[in-house]
């Protein structure tokens, strides 16, 4: 990697941290294991930079690297997730907590694959086919696992606006 | 929809600070590479000393008057010194024996050796094909892209290049048909008199035979491995004649090859995969063998 290089890579890792961060964080709930998939997709970022930063849509090999990084911790035994009743108490303004765990919940009772769907659809705001294309599978894949995810999700934020109000 | 969206972006409205910091995840970076480019160059390292050793250890098995291969006289390790190889032999400079070559190196000039093991090598493998259809026919052609073969070729369409009569003769080529191609590598070099080839393994993998006119044939399929666990599975067919002129003929063919990829920066190696270029050899070891025991593939015409 000439130093040209490193300096572009290096900008683009300041500008997209944040952004790369917060969709980690949708996919596995935890910050720390987002930092580690982050740092992982970072470096193989780094290891293809060359190709990668010709592409059209940098953006997109970046993600579905994130989302292989996901996938693959998920599959390491250690990295199982425990089944619990709710997530643990966090310090925030008292209006929100109730929307963000209820969401941060019902993601993290969604399948894999569904939970991703939802993020990439409804956080990314990629459309069906761009999501189909980062998960490699097919439109009509994406179209149902939303339909599915949505359905789930939708009961649990309508009961949170109700309290709410 | 938009309050999913909206929900989400909540959620992570107030991240905690990151604990990736960039400077370190370059530093890391770049070590990965450093470790993957020594990865790399050992792995190759090892592989072309697990086949120097293979091929070179073969006629060290030789009997009661054989004579193993380094040892003084040999001829291997430095055809035109008996004495051994010299510690001091400057690299790239071509060693001056200080003694005259053993009468038993071949004296034919490498300029009408080259064409006539061509001619031969050619008319045997149109022979091992005679009568069938054009399709079953491999095309054979010489590997050009073969980078560790950097050290001369002969020309175009001439399939033997020249290592010097006194090391012998070196050809890689490709067969190419409807599956795929593998990769050929014909060696001759002449042995003292009194040689002697074996397996190198005893398991019964390896055949031995002594044909009537005092021709030993060994044939083998052996691994081709490297330090990298990524790079196990393939297999070399090896084939080796030693005539009784001293002429030392291997043929040694795969369908397996070991590709890196380009690396990050400019002239840098990535990582190295094996890749499956045939389902299988596209010949038996036994075509092998009556390709290596071909009258002309000789350096003593």
């Not at chain 1, 993601?107 to 894999?112: H, I, M, S």
């Not at chain 2, 938009?2 to 989400?8: F, M, S, T």
């Not at chain 2, 390292?45 to 072309?48: G, K, L, Q, V």
């Not at chain 2, 009537?212 to 060994?218: E, K, L, R």
């Given at each position: 990697?000439?130093a040209?290089?490193?300096?572009?890579f290096r900008?683009?890792?300041?500008?997209?941290?944040?952004?790369l961060?917060?969709?980690?964080y949708?996919?596995c709930g935890?910050?720390?294991?987002?930092?580690d998939?982050?740092?992982?997709?970072?470096?193989?970022?780094?290891?293809?930079?060359r190709r990668?930063?010709?592409?059209?849509?940098?953006d997109?090999?970046?993600?579905?690297m994130?989302?292989?990084?996901?996938?693959?911790?998920?599959?390491?035994p250690?990295?199982?997730?425990?089944?619990?009743?709710?997530?643990p108490?966090?310090?925030g303004?008292?209006?929100?907590?109730?929307?963000r765990l209820?969401?941060?919940?019902?993601?993290?009772?969604?399948?894999?694959?569904?939970?991703?769907?939802v993020?990439?659809?409804?956080?990314?705001?990629?459309?069906?086919?761009?999501t189909?294309?980062?998960?490699?599978?097919?439109?009509?894949?994406v179209?149902?696992?939303?339909?599915?995810?949505?359905?789930a999700?939708r009961?649990?934020?309508v009961?949170?606006?109700?309290?709410?109000? | 929809m938009?309050?999913?969206?909206?929900?989400?972006r909540r959620?992570?409205?107030?991240?905690?600070p990151?604990?990736?910091?960039?400077?370190?995840?370059?530093?890391?970076?770049?070590?990965a590479?450093r470790?993957?480019r020594?990865?790399?160059?050992?792995g190759v390292?090892?592989?072309?000393a697990?086949?120097?050793?293979?091929?070179?250890?073969?006629?060290?098995?030789s009997?009661?008057?054989?004579?193993?291969?380094?040892?003084?006289?040999?001829?291997?390790?430095?055809?035109?010194?008996?004495g051994g190889t010299?510690?001091d032999?400057?690299?790239g400079?071509p060693?001056?024996?200080?003694?005259?070559?053993?009468t038993?190196?071949?004296?034919?000039?490498?300029?009408?050796?080259?064409?006539?093991?061509?001619?031969?090598?050619?008319r045997?493998?149109?022979?091992l094909?005679?009568?069938?259809?054009?399709?079953?026919?491999?095309?054979?052609?010489?590997?050009?892209?073969?980078?560790?073969?950097?050290?001369?070729?002969?020309?175009p369409g001439?399939?033997f290049?020249?290592g010097g009569?006194e090391?012998?003769?070196?050809?890689?080529?490709?067969?190419?048909d409807?599956?795929?191609?593998?990769?050929?590598?014909?060696?001759?070099?002449?042995?003292?008199?009194?040689?002697?080839?074996?397996?190198?393994?005893?398991?019964?993998?390896c055949?031995y035979t002594?044909q009537?006119?005092?021709?030993?044939?060994?044939r083998?399929?052996?691994p081709?491995?490297?330090?990298?666990?990524?790079?196990?599975?393939?297999?070399?067919?090896?084939?080796?004649v030693?005539?009784?002129?001293?002429?030392?003929v291997?043929?040694?063919?795969?369908?397996?090859?070991?590709?890196?990829?380009?690396?990050?920066?400019?002239?840098s190696?990535?990582?190295s995969?094996?890749?499956?270029?045939?389902?299988?050899?596209?010949l038996?070891?036994d075509?092998?063998?009556?390709?290596?025991?071909?009258?002309?593939?000789?350096?003593r015409?």
């Open positions: 990697m000439t040209a290089e490193e300096a572009a900008e683009y890792v300041v500008h997209r941290m944040d952004g961060r917060r969709l980690a949708l996919l935890d910050w720390h294991t987002a930092d998939l982050v740092s992982v997709a970072l470096l193989k970022l780094m290891r293809h930079w990668v930063s010709a592409m059209e849509q940098p997109a090999y970046v993600r579905r994130l989302l292989r990084a996901w996938l693959d911790e998920r599959r390491r250690w990295r199982r997730e425990f089944p619990a009743e709710a997530l108490d966090r310090a303004d008292p209006v929100d907590v109730a929307t209820s969401m941060l919940a019902q993601l993290a009772e969604l399948p894999p694959r569904r939970r991703a769907v993020v990439l659809r409804y956080f990314c705001d990629l459309s069906v086919e761009e189909a294309q980062t998960l490699g599978c097919s439109s009509g894949t179209k149902s696992q939303t339909a599915r995810a949505l359905e999700l009961d649990r934020l009961g949170v606006s109700t309290v709410e109000d | 938009d309050e999913i969206g909206e929900a989400l959620a992570v409205a107030d991240p905690p990151s604990g990736i910091e960039v400077d370190a995840l370059i530093d890391r970076g770049h070590r590479a470790r993957r020594w990865t790399t160059a050992a390292c090892a592989a072309a697990v086949v120097l050793l293979g091929i070179a250890s073969v006629p060290a098995l009997g009661p008057g054989g004579v193993p291969v380094g040892a003084p006289g040999s001829g291997s390790a430095t055809p035109s010194d008996p010299p510690s032999w400057p690299s400079k060693y001056q024996s200080p003694q005259p070559p053993p038993w190196l071949p004296t034919e000039p490498a300029a009408r050796a080259v064409p006539r093991l061509d001619t031969a090598f050619s045997a493998m149109s022979a094909y005679a009568g069938q259809p054009a399709g079953r026919v491999p095309v054979f052609s010489p590997a050009l892209d073969g980078s560790s073969w950097s050290d001369g070729l002969g020309g001439v399939v290049f020249v009569p090391a012998g003769y070196k050809a890689l080529l490709r067969l190419t409807a599956q795929g191609y593998s990769t050929v590598t014909v060696i001759l070099a002449p042995n003292p008199p009194g040689s002697k080839i074996g397996c190198a393994r005893t398991d019964s993998a055949q002594v009537p006119d005092g021709t030993a044939v060994v083998d399929i052996v081709l491995t490297v330090a990298s666990a990524d790079l196990t599975g393939g297999h070399m067919s090896i084939v080796e030693l005539r009784p002129d001293g002429t030392h291997t043929i040694i063919e795969t369908s397996d090859e070991i590709r890196t990829d380009p690396g990050t920066a400019p002239g190696k990535g990582p995969h094996l890749v499956r270029t045939r389902p299988a050899p596209t038996t070891l075509q092998l063998a009556r390709l290596a025991v071909t009258a002309g593939l000789t350096l015409p």
